[in-house]
């Protein structure tokens, strides 16, 4: 009965172990999917301030 105890020990160690690196994996995707969405969210905003300013939207054709 002990051998199965450690088995299930031993299982219950291994998926936990799992979870923690896909938690990690988990949070480093979100942290890029963050960073990317920030770069985009800048990028429209620059777009909408050159728009407003007919100079520039001459010389880059918006």
Known sequence: MTQGK???DNALA???SAAEVLAS???VEKNEILK????????????????KRPSLRLVLDL
């Not at 969405?37 to 620059?46: I, M, P």
């Open 6 to 8: 450690n088995g299930d």
């Open 14 to 16: 291994e998926l936990a």
């Open 25 to 27: 994996v988990l949070e």
């Open 36 to 51: 990317q969405l920030t770069e985009l969210v800048n990028r429209r905003a620059a777009l909408e301030r050159v728009k």
